[in-house]
């Protein structure tokens, strides 16, 4: 998300490196729930057990609870402090070293997560969020999320995904901050605008440059406020809007209308994109047909299959 918390948005735009991991060809299939419109994961954590995780495309690190941290048997060589960057601002944070995170029987031994106050994110239908999954982990594959199939898959070798029927170039992406941010060019009302995909918000969320591109300003009658704004991990807060808008496309796919976000999020800043039309990509456009993020290629695919 670019990590969301108090008004349902702790921005975790984590700007740090992601370690190498030796592959084997063998992808690994995790069941996933779509649940008021979060991407929940299931990981198995040792000497825990499985825990639920929201997919965040937009996290630059991983994320656990307090309340998972507390019931963890970690060394003090495994706990460190960390200035972490995050959608409104930095903030001191504990990291720590995850005793063997397991995705699907895929086996991490060097996660390091960041310590956080989740209890924004709740219980979505029995299932507790504990951690955010971020692109330092999700970036060492090529990953396939299929919300109506209810699953995602994680590629590990590049030429393994061709069953899903991936034929045109897709989108390109790039990163300008964090290694595995998907970065890339959406069509709005016909006029480009900068995009990030970000699968743990819930949905679009366009700055006041994007939103002019379809007509829409602070006194539009379609315009409402948004109780509570977004507030990131430091607590400050940003005014926020909503409206419908229409005729987003990402390549070829387009969406009919939609509701989204209107705030000038200070992570659009961060990511050098805030004095033109930019915009995060939610769940929802994820919703009703299979995405394709190819790390290895640096392409985005939507509705892949």
């Known amino acids: 998300m670019i990590l969301r918390c108090l008004a349902g948005l702790l921005s975790s735009a984590f700007f740090l490196s992601t370690p190498a991991l030796a592959i084997t060809a063998e992808p690994a299939r995790l069941p996933i729930s779509y649940l ?19 997919l965040d495309t937009a996290a630059g690190r991983s994320v656990i609870s307090a309340d998972l941290r507390a019931g963890l048997d970690l060394a003090p060589e495994d706990i460190d402090q960390l200035e972490v960057q995050g959608a ?18 895929l086996v991490q031994d060097d996660v390091s997560a960041v310590v956080a106050d989740l209890s924004a994110f709740r219980e979505y239908d029995g299932r507790q969020v504990e951690g955010i999954l971020g692109v330092d982990v999700l970036s060492r594959y090529d990953v396939a999320i299929d919300v109506p199939g209810a699953a995602v898959t994680l590629f590990q070798d590049p030429a393994s995904y061709s069953d899903l029927g991936v034929t045109e170039a897709g989108l390109d992406f790039h990163a300008v901050v964090q290694p595995g941010f998907v970065q890339f060019t959406v069509m709005l009302e016909g006029e480009p605008v900068a995009a990030v995909l970000d699968s743990a918000a819930r949905i679009g969320t366009l700055n006041w440059h994007a939103a002019g591109l379809a007509g829409l300003s602070a006194n539009s009658e379609a315009v409402t406020v948004k109780n509570g704004g977004s507030r990131g991990i430091d607590g400050r807060g940003t005014a926020s809007y909503a409206a419908p808008v229409s005729d987003i496309c990402l390549g070829a796919r ?26 995060l990509v939610g769940a929802a456009f994820m919703a009703d047909c299979p995405m394709l993020i190819a790390y290895s290629t640096e392409t985005l695919h939507v509705c892949a299959d």
Do not use: H, N, W
């Not at 994961?41 to 825990?51: L, M, N, T």
């Not at 944070?93 to 397991?102: I, N, Q, R, W």
């Not at 209107?262 to 930019?278: R, T």
């Open 88 to 105: 409104t601002g930095a903030i001191t944070m504990e990291v720590a070293t995850l005793p063997g995170l397991s995705l699907g029987g």
């Open 254 to 279: 387009c969406y009919p209308a939609m509701d989204v976000k209107i705030a000038d999020l200070p992570v659009f800043e961060v990511l050098g994109i805030a004095g033109a039309p930019a915009m």
């Open 36 to 54: 008021e419109e979060r991407i929940l994961v299931p990981v198995q954590i040792a000497g825990i057990g499985e825990r639920y995780f929201i």
